[in-house]
């Protein structure tokens, strides 16, 4: 099963890690990153670009609004994601309280991703997804 951890924090949380150093940082990250290749569950794991260099799609209105950031409404920007091939939804909770780098205003979301053998496999875009996906290699 697929899951995907998503890392999120408050805005002060955000401006803590300011003081943290680089290195220390991408030792810790770089450490935790190890142990899921060397489980074989990682996928993939990105972080994320400063919001403040981001926009919002608003699709509210017709034409939707684009808005630059940062996101004064949000209290908690999303900054990151992993995604893990883990046999249960526990084992993924397991591999997201051991996210180092983290601490007060920090949260970890844990979300299961479908697989596309879940969908009616009869229907014309699933038929064309999964044609996709089996000729890029992903199934």
Known sequence: MKYMLIMRA?????????????????????????????A??????????????????DHSSEPPVVSDGPYGETKELFGGFYLL???????????????P?????FKTEVRRV????????DNEWIQKERAWREATGQL
Do not use: C, H
């Open 101 to 105: 780098g983290t601490g007060k205003g």
């Open 10 to 38: 408050t805005d002060e949380a955000y401006a803590a890690m300011a003081d943290v150093d680089m290195t220390e940082m991408l030792e810790l990250m770089g450490r935790f990153n190890d142990e899921l290749i060397r």
């Open 114 to 121: 479908p697989t596309i053998d879940e969908f009616p496999q």
């Open 40 to 57: 074989g569950v990682l996928l993939a794991a990105e972080g994320l670009d400063d919001a403040s260099d981001g926009v919002v799609v």
């Open 85 to 99: 091939n883990v046999s249960s939804k526990e084992e993924a909770v397991e591999w997201a309280k051991r996210l």
